[in-house]
């Protein structure tokens, strides 16, 4: 009979992740990570029986129903059976609430980020719905809204699906992903006084949500402002809100993202009638940093397959695992996984020190630079990693139904929702202008200091790129051109100064050696990502396209 391959098998993603182990060994205290371990430990068995089942069973996606047999216009969305019990396991787990709750203090968001983490591709994007909910708790919670608080924060953050609400951001129109401040929308008040929302939505993530929160420009004025709405009355009729179409989008398939229209739909202005994009912010921060671990558990779980399957296949007489160019390729991925790994999960730290108020001034101003930097980075190597493990599988990489190929196509969501690589390199320089980059250097020298010492030449790098922002600061052309590969060093020299801290714990409390050697390669391919300001050629390049 004919050679057949076995397929990759996917183990206990808790008990089989090293990285993950090791990291929250060090950083929760011991009872902590004993509280939470029989979770971790059954969403990493329920994350190994989701792969297998999905692959299993026929691919299926949300269906939009506009019309009934009678006429009526209906708009409802059939979502996939995973997405049916996406709320149960997402209360069951305290996806959302577990990073609000007072039980585990500061490690609040720890806590919760390992969850979503090991449960992320099994949920289907299910995760999507999810950020923006806690997005929408944080922000509510962060315009005093009293009473906003208290009718949507206790369904946001509930532990029973019965109650369990998801919330929308519904932010994006034609005229506008990125740059909001042109948004269309109008607020106006009708007879009773209550505000009336008109205009239309271009991609509104899982519209199947119980509310949203939304930007709208009140009549009158030239103000943006942030409203909340309901996306049914009590009668479950639809609040002014009409479905156009789900989107066929390239991944991402079981998210129901939607084109809607508003019109007339009922909201509450969130806070003051202008600021919309300063009071959303909140949310933005926190989605991004969702979007960040969710593309750290798409990189997990293209190297758990690669290195799988690298162990299991022979190819010119032994395991590829074997094979001096395959393992070293997988090693380099497994390194910048790892660096990424422990940026991603200290903003986790620093997110649930600020969020109790327990962090000092200069960890909240570097949380605010670190949560982009966090988001554009890991967007962009998760796409590189998915990219890199298709080809780890040769041919069968590109087969859809190994599942290999739906990890890229769904990679490529992360560097472009919640803002692309370059507004998110904007907004460095941004949160960069606000706090000073001296607050930066020092909290990465911090963390140098606590590693023992610098082999890998964090400081000359860091040094570099205080010397490329002193430079380029007075000539604002050249320092947005720069931007991303500003962004880019700056990740790069914290992941390596997180993972030199690591690795340092990691030798001398477990006497293990491979978080070292990650360091090693990742440093080895370099920290700075600088550009040169050859803004002339540039012009000469971008300003011409003549034949
Ligand atoms: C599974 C993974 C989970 C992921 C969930 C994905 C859900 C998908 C749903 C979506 O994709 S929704 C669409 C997401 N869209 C964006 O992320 C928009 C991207 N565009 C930007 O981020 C622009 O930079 C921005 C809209 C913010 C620009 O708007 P403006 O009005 O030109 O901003 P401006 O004037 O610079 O800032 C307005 C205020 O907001 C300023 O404060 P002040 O009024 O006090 O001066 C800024 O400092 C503040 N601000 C802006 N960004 C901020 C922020 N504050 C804190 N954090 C930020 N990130």
Known sequence: MDFVQTAPVLGNQYRDDRVLHAYLERALPREVHAAIAK????????????????????????????????????????TTPVWRHGAELAT??????????????????????????LHHIASEFYTCPLAMSDGAATALKASGN???????????????????????????????????????????RDADGRWCLHGRKWFTSAVTGEMALTLARPEGTDALALFYLETRDSGGRWNGICVDRLKDKLGTRELPSAEIRLDGALAEPVGELAHGVRLIAPMLNMTRTWNAVCALATMRRCLALAFEYARRRHAFGRALIEQPLHRATLASLQAEFEAAFQLVFFVTELLGRVETGTASPEERALLRVL??????????????????????????????????PQLLRDAQVYPIWEGTTNVLALDVLRALGANGVDSVITAADALLGEAGNDRHGVRASLSAACDWLATHSAHRDALEAGARGLALTLARCFAAALLARHAAWAERERGDARARAALAIFAGHGLTRLSSSAMDAVATLADNDDP
Request: glycine share 10%; net charge negative; aromatic share 8%.
């Open 39 to 78: 979770d971790l430990d059954e969403l990493g068995a329920h994350a190994a029986t989701a792969w297998a089942a999905a692959r299993a069973r026929t691919p299926s996606e949300p269906v939009l129903t506009q019309w009934d047999a009678w006429g009526n216009r209906v708009d409802q969305i059939e």
């Open 92 to 117: 069951r787990y305290g996806l959302v609430a577990a990073g609000h709750e007072t039980t585990h203090g500061a490690h609040a968001r720890t806590d919760q980020f390992a969850r979503v983490y």
């Open 371 to 404: 949560t982009p930097l966090a988001k554009l980075w890991t967007g962009k190597l998760a796409v590189r990693i998915a990219s890199e493990a298709c080809e780890a599988f040769g041919g069968a990489g590109y087969i859809e139904n190994t599942g290999i």
């Open 146 to 188: 009293r009473t906003l608080i208290e009718r949507a924060l206790p369904h946001l953050l509930s532990r029973d699906s019965a109650t369990l609400w998801l919330s929308g951001q519904w932010m994006t129109e034609t005229i506008g992903g990125s740059d909001v401040g042109n948004t269309e929308t109008t607020a106006c």
